[in-house]
């Protein structure tokens, strides 16, 4: 007896360590980087964009009446609770509108562990905002009644059946179904996290989340750029780059309000059953008088900005099984002397790395990107902000802006590190501007030091000042932290596989109906042993002068 369990225990390590071998020999990992960089350019077959999608599309239409819920969306507040999020009442275009009185409808969800029977109710706030052009020929606009509720103390890795609206109508919504996380521990993931950016609601964005639906995400990580109502009918649902040349006469530049309706409408089928957590872009910022800005953004979205000891919404953090998720504000003060980077550091500080073994941030645009689009724009933010991640070894960062794909070998100040994240940029969900197909390294194709001035914040483009491209503003030729790009509409999947491998895919839209399709595939692995929160950012360091800042570098199957 004790040799047949002697010989179980043997073929089943031998089962499970051949299974290891054949799964590390189809697929990388970062352990075997620093790659050579790949570049797949954008197939000429292939439409580079999209038109928008036009209002009275069925699915964007309303198709509730007066104070029933829609837009219903969940978002994490903590690993015991969550926020529930929809919109009632008559959002309003015009001039000389009234504002709905939010006290005239609840905020009510009824919920429990079986479907049909709600055990539980919660109350929450409700509210509304105005986006405000009193200039003639611009549209004003209110909204309808925005809702937040919070569901507290509920149970790890259960579902949970939810009704949500005003129960003394009665106007309840539709029965929904959710899913909790499991508890934080080195040992508990959520199964699948989709990351997306600049979405946009054109043909393109519903390939892309027809998509993702197939891949059955149980969050989806959303890094800025959501609905481009800044983008539609001033510019006539095409886009237009320069909205100056095209509307000479406007004062200041209209976003039409209706399209984050219909883009809430859209996206409900898939918000409404997973939780959503997204970071602004500056698509989102939609300036109107008085120097309102964010005001779409910040009304519409519940994050856990309190729940993590953030004074802001556009800056926050939460836990996801054994993953710690930073959200960082990339168009509000960012300097180390200010607000947020205090909030950053205590946050890291509290980073229980035995717990949530995982630290993963993201933002809107990112810090190292080759395309000739946003081209170093975001470098002061990364010269303020970089150390200090670094020193805590964040392992993976998201970010979107160009509209393209990229992920970089693990980087540092511009040098291959070991020790530094996995940047990936991933701002091509779908969004109305078309894909981005230069590379600064083109030739011809490198911006000019003046090109690429950030909506917020200053300019400190920089030369390289070592390496094989030192003295210059542009490389010749992919540079060596830039390990795959490529031209392409699409979305990744991240699946925890536990507390040192990570399997990242990147699914091109053109795959949607090919199994087990993606293009780029690699597992990312944490070397704590190696990399520890004792780095410290000795290695940067700057140099100026009077014209630029000088750098001296020292499953289920996934469709």
């Known amino acids: ?4 369990k002697l010989w179980i225990i043997t073929l089943t390590t031998f089962l499970i360590i051949t299974k290891m071998v054949v799964t590390e020999s189809q697929i990388p990992t970062t352990l075997d980087g620093p790659f050579k960089p790949v570049t797949h350019r954008l197939d000429p077959s292939l439409r580079k964009g999209s038109s928008d999608l036009p209002m009275d599309d069925p699915r964007i239409k309303r198709n509730v009446t007066s104070n029933f819920p829609e837009q219903i969306a969940l978002a994490i507040s903590s690993p015991t609770s969550v926020w529930v999020s929809w919109v009632t009442g008559d959002a309003q275009v015009g001039s000389n509108l009234t504002e709905l009185d939010p006290s005239l409808v609840l905020s009510d969800v009824w919920y429990g562990k079986e479907s049909g029977k709600y ?6 706030v409700s509210t509304v905002y105005s986006q405000l052009y009193p200039f003639k020929g611009l549209l004003n606009y209110t909204s309808g009644i925005i809702h937040h509720v ?3 103390g509920l149970q790890p890795k259960t579902k949970y059946y939810y009704k949500c609206g005003d129960s003394s109508i009665p106007a309840m919504s539709g029965e929904n179904v959710f899913e909790t996380f499991p508890t934080p521990s080195p040992n508990s993931y959520p199964h699948r996290i989709a990351v997306i950016g600049d979405l946009g609601l054109t043909s393109n964005t519903t390939t892309t989340i027809d998509h993702l639906i197939q891949n059955d995400p149980s969050m989806i990580l959303m890094v800025g750029d959501l609905s481009y ?3 539609y009918q001033t510019t006539g649902g095409k886009g237009v780059p320069c909205f100056s040349c095209a509307f000479p006469d406007a004062p200041i530049r209209e976003t039409y309000q209706p399209r984050w309706d219909a883009w809430g409408r859209f996206m409900e089928p898939l918000t409404s059953r997973v939780p959503m957590m997204v970071i602004e872009g500056n698509h989102e910022i939609e300036p109107q008088v008085s120097g309102i800005t964010f005001k ?8 856990p900005s309190a729940e993590s000891g953030s004074k802001s919404n556009l800056y926050y953090s939460f836990n996801a099984g054994g993953v710690h998720f930073i959200m960082l504000g990339a168009y509000v003060d960012y300097n180390s002397t200010g607000a947020q980077y205090a909030w950053l550091k205590k946050d890291l500080d509290l980073v229980d790395r035995t717990v949530t ?17 946003h081209y170093q724009e975001f470098e002061c933010m990364r010269q303020e902000m970089e150390a200090i991640l670094y020193q805590y070894g964040v392992d993976i960062i998201f970010s979107g802006h160009v509209h393209a794909y990229e992920r970089m070998n693990r980087v540092y100040n511009y040098t291959l590190d070991p020790c530094g994240p996995v940047y990936i940029i991933v701002g091509d969900g779908g969004n109305i501007e078309q894909v981005d197909v230069d590379f600064a390294d083109d030739p011809g194709k490198c911006p000019s030091a003046g090109d690429n001035t950030p909506e917020f914040g200053g300019v400190c483009h920089l030369n390289f000042s070592s390496g094989p491209a030192k003295g210059q503003f542009c490389w010749n030729r992919q540079p060596d932290w830039s390990a795959y790009r490529e031209s392409s509409f699409g979305h990744g999947i991240l699946e925890v596989v536990n507390s040192t491998y990570a399997l990242w895919t990147w ?10 399709s993606h293009s780029d595939q690699i597992y990312i692995v944490r070397q704590p042993e190696l990399c520890s929160k004792t780095l410290k950012p000795s290695t940067l360091h700057l140099e100026r002068d009077t014209s630029t800042m000088n750098l001296s570098a020292t499953s289920k199957k996934c469709h």
Do not use: C, I
């Open 1 to 4: 007896m004790k040799d047949f």
């Open 119 to 124: 055990t539980n109710v919660a109350k929450g």
């Open 150 to 152: 919070r569901l507290e």
């Open 229 to 231: 109502a800044n983008q």
């Open 296 to 303: 779409s953004y910040l009304t519409r979205f519940a994050v």
């Open 357 to 373: 073994p995982w630290l993963v941030a993201a933002w809107h645009p990112p810090w190292y990107n080759s395309y000739s689009s």
């Open 507 to 516: 699914h091109r839209n053109q795959d949607v109906y090919n199994e087990d």
